[in-house]
């Protein structure tokens, strides 16, 4: 299972990307306006930070448009996916790249059929929300084992990626059902890390370790 951060914020990518742990990294617009940076510099520097895929989010509405600024996107660095609303457009725009052998992340999947669209316009990555749909009373890891049934029925080569992820309970039950890539926010990625237990016994390790005779 490959781990991406979802986050523009460079200091906590280098931070993670330290740990060892970082295969990639997704941003949004709500992320980059919270970065507090212009979108083509922050994006260059964590391209020059992960050497893994780097999604970057359009932000127009019409397939043409759309297309134009996966075109521009893709120029930055190699390793940039074009990050895509699941909307109509968006997916006639997915078919274009497709066909230019640019890469896709579909972003705001809430529903299987948007899933299979998805795969089907020829989308590299599907990016189902669960952390929105729990906001709502919705189960989102439903979503998760539903499409992932639904890719291997058929043999579909788009990955899934799971995000919106809130707690390390959404990764775990991601790797379970066999989920490509899971996005998560540093605090998640730490999280998964830590147990009490481990604390706990490490600290009666490192005392007894003192009272052994040097
Ligand atoms: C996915 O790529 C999005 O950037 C992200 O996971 C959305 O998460 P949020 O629902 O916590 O904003």
Not at 16 to 42: A, C, H, Q, W
Not at 127 to 136: A, C, H, N
Not at 147 to 165: G, H
Not at 174 to 192: I, N, R, Y
Request: glycine share 6%.
């Amino acid at each position: 299972m490959k781990f991406f951060i979802d986050t523009a914020d460079v200091n906590e990518i280098k931070e993670m990307n330290d740990m060892g742990l970082v295969d990639g990294v997704t941003t949004n617009p709500s992320l980059i306006y919270k970065s507090g940076r212009k979108f083509e510099e922050v994006i260059k520097e964590i391209c020059d930070l992960v050497d893994g895929p780097i999604s970057a989010e359009t932000v127009t509405l019409e397939a043409k448009s759309i297309f134009d600024e996966a075109i521009k996107l893709k120029d930055i660095h190699p390793n940039i996916v074009v990050k895509i609303p699941l909307i109509t457009e968006g997916l006639k725009a997915v078919k274009m790249c497709a066909a230019e052998g640019i890469k896709t992340n579909v972003t705001l999947c809430f529903n299987a059929s948007q899933a299979l669209l998805a795969a089907k316009a020829g989308a590299t990555y599907i990016s189902p929300f669960v952390g929105r749909l729990d906001d709502i009373t919705h189960v989102g890891m439903d979503l998760i084992e539903d499409i992932c049934t639904i890719y291997q029925n058929y043999d579909f080569a788009t990955e899934v990626l799971v995000a919106s992820i809130r707690n390390p309970l959404h990764v775990l039950e991601a790797s379970l059902m066999g989920a490509d890539v899971a996005t998560m926010p540093a605090q998640v990625m730490k999280q998964l890390a830590h147990h009490p237990l481990t604390d706990i016994g490490l600290k009666k390790f490192l005392d007894d370790w003192e009272k052994v005779p040097k």
